[in-house]
């Protein structure tokens, strides 16, 4: 049973703009934190942004601040991820996830589902 299921990935250009979108399980998580991570070639996966099971809180990694913008929609079961000026060193795949808990981390340990993951390339 797929839980979580990312869409949008793709390959652009530096400096362009890319929506991914996450269809996650309403009966499970409506409740739950989200996330996104990814993972580049030969590196950890590593976080990107999450928000809390309403989506009034949001937290960023350092590297997006200001370019990513996540949002949820409960109603549909949907994770967002609007991601603009993208750089060559945006390109990993991205997994959505969801948390233990009602608030989204910044720490893997706290996700206990994943997706399968998007690839987003950019070319520069």
């Known amino acids: 049973q797929v839980r979580l299921r990312e869409s949008g990935g793709g390959l652009v250009q530096a400096g362009d703009s890319l929506s991914l979108s996450c269809a996650f399980d309403?009966?499970?998580?409506?409740?739950?934190?989200l996330g996104w991570f990814r993972q580049a070639p030969g590196k950890e996966r590593e976080f990107v942004a999450a928000?809390?099971?309403?989506?009034?809180?949001?937290i960023y990694a350092e590297s997006v601040k200001g370019r990513f913008s996540i949002s949820r929609d409960n109603a549909r079961n949907t994770l967002s991820l609007q991601m603009s000026d993208l750089k060559v060193e945006d390109t990993a795949v991205y997994y959505c996830?969801?948390?233990?808990?009602?608030?989204?981390?910044?720490?893997?340990?706290?996700?206990?589902?994943w997706g399968q993951g998007t690839q987003v390339t950019v070319s520069s």
């Open positions: 996830a969801a948390a233990r808990g009602s608030y989204g981390s910044t720490e893997r340990s706290a996700y206990t589902y």
């Open positions: 309403g009966r499970i998580f409506s409740n739950n934190g």
């Open positions: 928000l809390a099971w309403r989506g009034g809180t949001t």
